[in-house]
C-alpha cells in the first residue's frame, strides 16, 4: 500500500509546483468509513501541506466541484473551488457518470467503470483484475513514471499481497487498448494480458468518444482496499 502512496504522491506532485499547496477534492463511495489505501492517501496529502475535502458519491456536487453551471455539458469555467479532484474506485461509477468530463481541472481516478463513452474514456473499456501485485512499466521517461525500474520478474511492485486493480482494455482483446489522441499508457499489467495500469492525457488531447480534454488525466491501477 505504501508503494501505491509514493506513486500518487509522485503523480499528485505534477499538478502543483514545489511548495504549492492545493485544494483537492476527494470523491469516496463513503467518506465516513474510509478504506486503509483511501486513508493513507488522504493522510499524506494533507501531511504534505494540501488540503483535502472529502465528498460522497451519492451527493458530491459537480457544479461547485468543477465550477461550472453544468460540467458535462458546459463549456469550461475558471472559477472552479478545487485544483485537481481525486475519484477512488469506491464511487458507483453510474454515481459519477459523466458529471466531471468538461470539467477544466485535473483528474486522477482508478475507477475502470468511467472508461466508458460520454465518461472519462481515456481507453476503449475498463474492467477489474483479480490477484495483482504489480505492473510493467513501458516508458520510465514520462514524469509520472519517471525512473520508475521494473524488477526483470515482479516488474514494478505496488501491493504486498495481491489484491483486485481496475485496469483499462481493448474491447477485442488480444492487444493494448486503444486510446484517445493525445492519451498515453505507460504501464501495462504484469500477466500479459495487454492491460493498461497507467494512462495520462494533457489538455488538448480527446478521448475516444471524441469528447475533448481540457485539463491533466490520470488513470491509475489501484483497488478498493
Given at each position: 500500500m505504501r508503494m501505491r502512496v509514493a506513486l500518487t504522491l509522485g503523480i499528485v506532485g505534477l499538478f502543483a509546483a514545489s511548495g504549492w499547496a492545493a485544494d483537492i477534492a476527494f470523491i469516496a463511495g463513503d467518506p465516513a468509513n474510509l478504506t486503509a489505501g483511501e486513508q493513507a492517501l488522504i493522510d499524506d496529502l494533507q501531511f504534505l501541506g494540501h488540503t483535502v475535502t472529502l465528498f460522497d458519491?451519492?451527493?458530491?456536487?459537480?457544479?461547485?466541484?468543477?465550477g461550472c453551471v453544468n460540467p458535462a455539458q458546459s463549456p469550461p469555467c475558471d472559477d472552479y473551488n478545487f485544483d485537481l479532484l481525486i475519484i477512488s474506485s469506491t464511487v458507483g461509477s453510474n454515481n459519477i457518470g459523466g458529471s466531471y468530463r468538461l470539467a477544466n481541472i485535473p483528474i486522477i481516478f482508478w475507477e475502470s467503470g468511467l472508461l466508458q463513452a460520454c465518461r472519462e474514456q481515456l481507453a476503449e473499456a475498463g474492467i477489474n483484475m483479480a490477484d495483482q501485485t504489480s505492473i510493467w512499466i513501458l516508458d520510465n521517461t514520462h514524469p509520472i513514471t519517471l525512473d520508475l525500474v521494473n524488477d526483470p520478474v515482479q516488474g514494478?511492485?505496488?501491493?504486498?499481497?495481491?489484491?483486485?486493480?481496475?485496469?483499462?482494455?481493448?474491447?477485442?482483446?488480444?492487444?493494448?487498448?486503444?486510446?484517445g489522441q493525445g492519451v498515453e499508457l505507460l504501464a501495462t499489467d504484469l500477466t500479459g494480458a495487454f492491460s493498461g495500469t497507467i494512462l495520462a492525457a494533457e489538455a488538448g488531447?480527446?478521448?475516444?468518444?471524441?469528447?475533448?480534454?481540457?485539463?491533466?488525466?490520470?488513470?491509475?491501477?489501484?483497488?478498493?482496499?
Amino acid at each position: 500500500m505504501r508503494m501505491r502512496v509514493a506513486l500518487t504522491l509522485g503523480i499528485v506532485g505534477l499538478f502543483a509546483a514545489s511548495g504549492w499547496a492545493a485544494d483537492i477534492a476527494f470523491i469516496a463511495g463513503d467518506p465516513a468509513n474510509l478504506t486503509a489505501g483511501e486513508q493513507a492517501l488522504i493522510d499524506d496529502l494533507q501531511f504534505l501541506g494540501h488540503t483535502v475535502t472529502l465528498f460522497d458519491d451519492n451527493t458530491d456536487d459537480p457544479n461547485y466541484i468543477a465550477g461550472c453551471v453544468n460540467p458535462a455539458q458546459s463549456p469550461p469555467c475558471d472559477d472552479y473551488n478545487f485544483d485537481l479532484l481525486i475519484i477512488s474506485s469506491t464511487v458507483g461509477s453510474n454515481n459519477i457518470g459523466g458529471s466531471y468530463r468538461l470539467a477544466n481541472i485535473p483528474i486522477i481516478f482508478w475507477e475502470s467503470g468511467l472508461l466508458q463513452a460520454c465518461r472519462e474514456q481515456l481507453a476503449e473499456a475498463g474492467i477489474n483484475m483479480a490477484d495483482q501485485t504489480s505492473i510493467w512499466i513501458l516508458d520510465n521517461t514520462h514524469p509520472i513514471t519517471l525512473d520508475l525500474v521494473n524488477d526483470p520478474v515482479q516488474g514494478y511492485v505496488l501491493f504486498t499481497d495481491p489484491i483486485t486493480i481496475h485496469v483499462a482494455v481493448s474491447e477485442e482483446g488480444g492487444d493494448y487498448p486503444a486510446v484517445g489522441q493525445g492519451v498515453e499508457l505507460l504501464a501495462t499489467d504484469l500477466t500479459g494480458a495487454f492491460s493498461g495500469t497507467i494512462l495520462a492525457a494533457e489538455a488538448g488531447g480527446t478521448r475516444v468518444d471524441g469528447t475533448p480534454i481540457l485539463a491533466r488525466r490520470v488513470f491509475l491501477s489501484f483497488g478498493d482496499d
